[in-house]
């Protein structure tokens, strides 16, 4: 599984401010190479708007994982 997390810092909760939005997204999609070989990708991101003092705080999160079919065995 690989994950990628485009936030390098923490931020406390209390320090955020008032929240202007919040919303995430999850997306399934399949691929489909020239050899026919399908790839089915998992996305998942997340978005956070936050005003503190006259500024507006981001914070984008987004995640990524290729989904690997079941193989069934007798």
């Not at 406390?12 to 008032?18: M, S, V, W």
């Amino acid at each position: 599984m690989k994950t990628q997390t485009t936030s390098t810092t923490r931020c406390l909760p209390q320090l955020l401010g008032a929240l202007v939005h919040e919303s995430q997204r999850t997306v399934l999609s399949t691929n489909v190479d020239a050899a026919g070989t399908k790839t089915r990708l998992l996305q998942t991101t997340s978005l956070q708007i936050n005003w503190c003092n006259g500024e507006a705080l981001i914070r984008f999160s987004c995640s990524s994982v290729e989904l690997a079919k079941a193989s069934h065995q007798a």
